[in-house]
C-alpha cells in the first residue's frame, strides 16, 4: 500500500518561505500527477498545487506566484512545496497525495505549518 511521510513544516513569521517534502513509498510517483492539499482548523482540506509526470503545474489562485511543486525525477519518489511569502492564512496541516485523493484514500500524518507574528 502507498504511504506518504511529509516533512519539513515549522513556525514561520509572515513574508517567510518553508520547503516542505513528502516522500512515497509503495509506488513510483513519477508516474502519477501528484499534489499538494492543506486543511486550516475548521475547513475542509483543499488542494493547492498538482504536478503531473510530465512537470505540467497547477495551482490554486490564492498561492499563485508563492508556491512552488517541484518532483525530484531521479529518485520518483519525492514531491516538493516551495512556499514563500508566506502569510497566516497558509497556516494549516499540509499533506501530499496523488491527485484525485479523496478521504478514503490513504494519507500521512501531514505537516504542520503556521504563519504568524
Known amino acids: 500500500q502507498v504511504q506518504f511521510v511529509e516533512s519539513g513544516g515549522g513556525f514561520v513569521q509572515p513574508g517567510g518561505s518553508l520547503r516542505l517534502s513528502c516522500a512515497a513509498s509503495?509506488?513510483?510517483?513519477?508516474?502519477?500527477?501528484m499534489a499538494w492539499y492543506r486543511q486550516a482548523p475548521g475547513k475542509q482540506r483543499e488542494m493547492v498545487a498538482a504536478?503531473?509526470?510530465?512537470?505540467?503545474?497547477?495551482y490554486v489562485d490564492s498561492v499563485k506566484g508563492r508556491f512552488t511543486i517541484s518532483m525530484d525525477n531521479a529518485k520518483n519518489t519525492v514531491v516538493y512545496l516551495q512556499m514563500n511569502r508566506l502569510k497566516p492564512e497558509d497556516t494549516a496541516v499540509y499533506y501530499c497525495n496523488g491527485a484525485g485523493a479523496t478521504d478514503f484514500s490513504p494519507w500521512g500524518q501531514g505537516t504542520q505549518v503556521t504563519v504568524s507574528s
Open positions: 509503495g509506488r513510483i510517483i513519477g508516474l502519477y500527477t
Open positions: 504536478i503531473t509526470s510530465g512537470d505540467i503545474t497547477n
